[in-house]
Every structure is written in C-alpha cells, then in structure tokens.
C-alpha cells in the first residue's frame, strides 16, 4: 500500500552514519511504543484509526447526511488541525471541479475561520444569501481567534436566516467533551455534537470527528480513509529496518545531521496540494523547537519546475526532497496527434498523460541527483481513500519517531503562543494591559 525508495538519499550519507540512524529511529519507536518520551499525554493518535467503533463511524455518516438534506454548502470551521486534514482528504479525493458539476449530490464543503480575511468572510456570507448553508465549527476550546471571529459571524448570518431553531439544526459542533467556551455554547443551544479526545492534538486529528465529518459530508468513504490507516497502523509497529516510517526519519535525519536543514514534499498530482500543506503543518509544528528541526516546504510538479526548479537544480544545497508519487491513475486520457505538429508533440501522440508525467519525475529525479540533491521516494498505488488513509498515517508516525530522534516534545507547541499574546495585547483584551504598554513602546521605535 505504500513502498519507499531512500537509495538515492542514502548515496548521500555514510554507511555507518546510516546504520547509525536507523538504529536511533528503532529506539524512538519503542519509546513511543512505550508511551514514555515526552508528551506522552498527547499519543491518543496511535491506537485512534483501530480504536474506532462501527458505531463512531456510523454516526458521523449519519450526521454528514443530515447536514446534506439541510445544506447545498457546509462551511467547515477550524485552522491548523482542525481544518487542514479535511481539506487535504477532501481536495485529493474529490472531482477537481466538483462546484462546477450540473446538480451535486453531495454540499459544497468550503472552509472558514482558517484566516481573519475581512473580504474573504464577506464574499463568503455574500455567497451564503444565495445557497442553503450548514456550519461544522472545530475547536476545542472555543476561544482561538481566528475561528471565534468566524463562528460568530456564521452563528449570525445562520440565525438571522433561518430563526435560532433553524440555525440550531444546521449546526454541529466539534470540541472537547466537558470543558470550554464552545462546549459551553453547544449545551446551551442544543447543537449535535461531537468529541476531540483529550490526548490526540490538532495536526494529530484526522481520523477523528475533526477530520472525519466533514469528509464525509463531501461523500468520501471514511470506513476505507480508517481501514487504510489501520492497515498502515499495522506496517508501521513492526521494530525492524524494514518499517518504513523508520526509514523515513532515518534518513531524514541522517540529513540533517549532514546540514541539509530543508526538506521540500514534492508532489506531481495537482490534487495533492493540500496532502502537502497538511504535511508542513505536521512537521513544522511538531518539529521546530529549541531552534532545531528541518524546515518544511511544499512544491507542486511539474508547475513549480517553472518558477522553483532553478533553484532546486542550482541553488545552495542545503535541502533535500521528498516526492510522494501515485502509481496508477484513472482516466486514460492521451494525447492526441495534430496533423500540422506544430508544437512538435507527435512523438508523444498516443500516450497517456500520466506516462508523460512520471518520466517529467523521472527525469527530475535524475537531474536533481545530479546536482547534489538527495531525493527520497514515497508512493502510494492509487489515489484513493483507502490509500490516503495509510498515507496520512505513514506521516503520522514517522513525525512522532523522528521528533523523538531530535530529542524535542513532538506533540506540543508553545512557539505558537507568542503571536498570540501580542496579538491580544495590541487589540486590547482585558488582563493584557502591561503586555500592552511594553508592545505599543516596541512599535512605536520601529515606525
């Protein structure tokens, strides 16, 4: 279901230094095995994909079809984690065009609360006046801005549309299961709810509610998004070089020991744009601590050969890439032959587009080696749920093991808090107002 290729990466670091490596990927392994590193208290992802029951399952499907009898658009609630795995499942598993299909049998699902875009929300309850909507707000406290501010404008546009017990059917609510400002306001309005577990953090979240109902909502299989991750639950345990998460962190530090401080996801299917985004935050987050950890960055190929294969070619080399690859894809689309062959395309007349596309990779891969860049491979047999869901999955684990290796907590994120802070002290939230003083004097040298 999922196979990796570090040949080409491993030419770039020393026998010993990978023997060494692996050795040191094997021990993060038994200790998130253990449950004894650091944030421990966060590791409720592991088990999460065979710990869910058919019932859970069931009914997330059946609250994605109410939300589907009610809405022609859902909009979905959350930033970080608890947007960034539906919209990655979504994106690579629905028709590219789907807001442009005659007569949808599934809702629009569009996205909020991801920003504090002041036209963005108003194009999008501009667009709302028109098109019956339904709501699925993410979080687990209810007090992150960003999805606060959005939520209360949805919250009201809802309300005012459909009375407070229309709105109230048209929305769902996932958070925490005792505790906090969203729950709070969920028990008093009789929204449907549903739970984040205390222990699975946001970029963790996928194969929980957070990411599980709105996929369904878009009419994805989530029973096969979870059997995947199963599966690769299983693929991943196993304590031996042959895992491949374990190869993965392996070499990806191995790397980085060697001063390659970037690691750039490739990818060549326009739909896997938002798998790589998903991936950024899961690194970047769990990773980037004590000034340590391999910066994240995303490209899409063979597009972004034309504005950042330059530098990938020639450029300093401090990086390196990983390249997610599908093995089969499904239209059998060709190019066709032209009488006149103008743009001399003829010698390709008859092939499939995909042909084309994996020796565009193929051939990337052989210059990008050339030019002193260490290429990891990953692919997936087929894009599809059941796939994905190992995939999603394989990154899971492989983040918490090579987390481990850099010896920093994985699984929490303090950095995230100091933009937060100041944010609050600047628009002048109550309890802040020292922290506002010291701000205003910071800003006012730097104007």
Request: aromatic share 8%.
């Amino acid at each position: 279901m999922l196979s990796m290729n570090v040949k080409s990466a491993v030419t770039f670091v020393s026998e010993k230094e990978w023997t060494a490596q692996q050795e040191r990927a094997l021990q993060a392994l038994a200790t998130l095995d253990a449950r004894t590193g650091k944030g421990n208290d966060f590791l409720g992802w592991i088990d999460l994909p065979s710990s869910i029951s058919s019932g859970e399952l069931a009914a997330v499907q059946t609250a994605a079809e109410e939300l589907s009898r009610h809405a022609e658009v859902v909009v979905v609630i959350g930033i970080g984690g608890s947007y960034l795995g539906a919209k990655a499942v979504i994106d690579a598993l629905s028709h590219s065009f789907a807001a442009l299909l005659p007569k949808p049998r599934r809702p629009l699902v569009i996205f909020a609360g991801q920003n504090i875009g002041e036209d963005y929300m108003a194009e999008l309850i501009e667009v709302l006046q028109t098109r019956e909507a339904a709501c699925i707000v993410i979080s687990k406290s209810g007090t992150t801005t960003e999805p606060a501010i959005a939520f209360r404008l949805l919250k009201q546009h809802l309300e005012a549309r459909y009375g407070k017990a229309g709105a109230q059917r048209r929305i769902v609510a996932v958070t925490d299961g005792s505790r906090g400002a969203l729950r709070t306001l969920a028990t008093q309005e009789g929204y449907k709810t549903f739970v984040i577990p205390d222990d699975v953090g946001g970029r963790f979240s996928v194969f929980t509610p957070v990411g599980l109902l709105p996929v369904a909502v878009a009419g994805i299989d989530v029973e096969a998004l979870v059997e995947g991750a199963v599966a690769m639950s299983r693929k991943v345990a196993v304590p031996d070089e042959t895992n491949p998460a374990v190869q993965y962190a392996a070499i990806r530090n191995a790397l980085y020991a060697q001063g390659r401080k970037i690691e750039v996801l490739v990818n060549y299917h326009p739909k896997m744009h938002y798998v790589t985004e998903w991936w950024k935050q899961l690194y970047g987050e769990s990773e980037g601590k004590e000034h340590k950890g391999i910066f994240p960055a995303g490209v899409d190929f063979t597009g972004d050969l034309h504005s950042m294969g330059q530098y990938l070619q020639d450029g300093e080399r401090s990086l390196f890439e990983t390249v997610v690859g599908i093995g089969c894809e499904r239209s059998g689309l060709t190019v066709p032959a032209d009488t006149q062959n103008l743009d001399q395309l003829n010698f390709i007349a008859g092939r499939r587009l995909s042909e084309c596309n994996r020796m565009a990779a193929l051939g990337t891969l052989l210059a990008h080696t050339d030019g002193g860049v260490p290429v990891v491979g990953i692919e997936i047999p087929q894009l599809d749920a059941y796939a994905l869901g190992g995939l999603l999955y394989f990154f899971e684990m492989a983040c918490g093991i090579s987390g481990y290796m850099l010896g920093v907590n994985p699984f929490d994120q303090p950095g995230v808090e100091a933009y937060k802070n100041n944010m609050f002290a600047l628009l002048g939230k109550p309890g802040y107002e020292a922290q506002t003083l010291r701000i205003r004097e910071i800003v006012s040298h730097l104007q």
